[in-house]
């Protein structure tokens, strides 16, 4: 019985934890995109977009970027080629509400949830940027790859990387860990 208790209790935290800062992220959205008249990207996708666009400069290419004027999202443009577009499922937001959800659900000492998370959502953060650069450059060199890379190589490294996290955190980090070993 006691098990079941502590399963419970993961999902129930899990789960409100995910649709409370699912719904904040929802909120935002709708606060700072537009999609009237003429479309504009939320500053989150904007701030993505100009990560992506500064490392693949530093990288020694030429990208242009601009507002897409028919839907919610920013064209990528290598050496005036149209490569790619940012939209908001590029930000790795969702990805970093589902890894807090499974930290918090999972819980540790205040300390230790605090300094994990930043560093995960960091980590997330830069590797989802890298993904955006690295898939932006390699769809203009292989084009013929660009399924291959979008559905599966990356989003495979992102959400490795994600699962890699919470492995750590399970091991070294959870209180229920210790309470299992202590």
């Keep these: 019985m006691k098990k079941n208790k502590v399963v419970i209790l993961f999902l129930v935290k899990f789960f409100v934890v995910y ?17 009237s008249s003429v479309f504009a990207c939320s ?23 601009y507002q897409n004027s028919k ?3 920013i064209t990528f443009l290598v050496n005036g080629k149209i490569v790619s577009k940012i939209i908001e499922g590029c930000t790795s ?9 499974f930290i ?7 300390k230790n949830t605090i300094w994990f998370s930043v560093t995960g959502l960091i980590l997330i953060y830069a590797a989802n940027i890298f ?3 690295f898939m932006t450059l390699a769809i203009y060199h292989y084009p013929e790859l660009s399924d291959v890379l979008h559905d599966f190589v990356f989003p495979g490294i992102i959400y490795g ?14 209180i229920i860990n210790k309470k299992q070993n202590g």
């Design 161 to 174: 990387m994600v699962f890699i996290l919470w492995i750590i955190w399970v091991k070294k980090y959870a």
């Design 104 to 110: 918090i659900a999972f819980s540790g000492t205040i």
């Design 131 to 133: 993904r955006i650069v």
């Design 71 to 73: 839907e919610l999202s």
């Design 93 to 101: 937001i969702s990805i970093m509400i589902l890894f807090l959800a």
């Design 43 to 65: 500053p989150v996708t904007n701030a993505v977009s100009n990560h992506a666009q500064w490392a693949c400069e530093i990288l020694g290419y030429n990208i242009e970027k």
């Design 19 to 35: 649709f409370l800062l699912t719904s904040i992220y929802s909120f935002y959205l709708s606060s700072t995109q537009e999609t």
